[in-house]
């Protein structure tokens, strides 16, 4: 029997593949959760074999929250499940433990294969994202040659955006003012080309700056 648990914030999207695993067999799931918090409460108490984890969640980023999984319960296998086809983000989640990634809009039979292939601790892409990744390797993927330039306090500044940290919080981290950190984002979003944090984030992963 394979234990699965389901991480998203939207509750139709937990129930949606609650019921498309119901009746098999040889898997049950056994927790559902909109949040980060409540996914760690809930592997403290019992840990599943699989987790299916979107990457947006509102308290956490879900890539940092796989990081902090991959090192606490080594014994479970998380697979993305999110609506980002970027490779980046690929790339980012699979260096930080996913065993997996797999878009929203797939098929119950790559629900289950990922189940299946994942399980036995192997990884597992959906195909779409796999031949993005081949493409890319193979230059197909037009890349942009443009490489900001962030100071380094600036990409502290990143980095703890990225862990989701609020002003204040980054302030008393790096000892500056919160005001500084203010100016700061804003000169790494005018640097990046990016309107709001979510779309910085967006930029600096694909830029490899995370």
Known sequence: MIKVAITDDH????KGIESLL???K???VISIHENSQQTLESLKKEQPDILFLDINLPDINGIVLTKTITKSFPDVRVIALTNHEDVSF?????DNGA????L???HKEELLEAISVVAKGEKYLQKDIEKKILNQSLGRTKVSAFQPKLTRRETEVLHAIFEELTTQEISDKLFISPKTVEAHRTNIMSKLGAKNSVGMIKIA???QLL
């Open 26 to 28: 040889h898997i049950r």
């Open 90 to 94: 690929v790339k980012r989640i699979l």
């Open 104 to 106: 929203k809009n797939a």
């Open 205 to 207: 992963i694909e830029k």
């Open 22 to 24: 119901k009746d098999e």
């Open 99 to 102: 065993y997996g990634y797999l």
């Open 11 to 14: 509750y139709v999207v937990l």
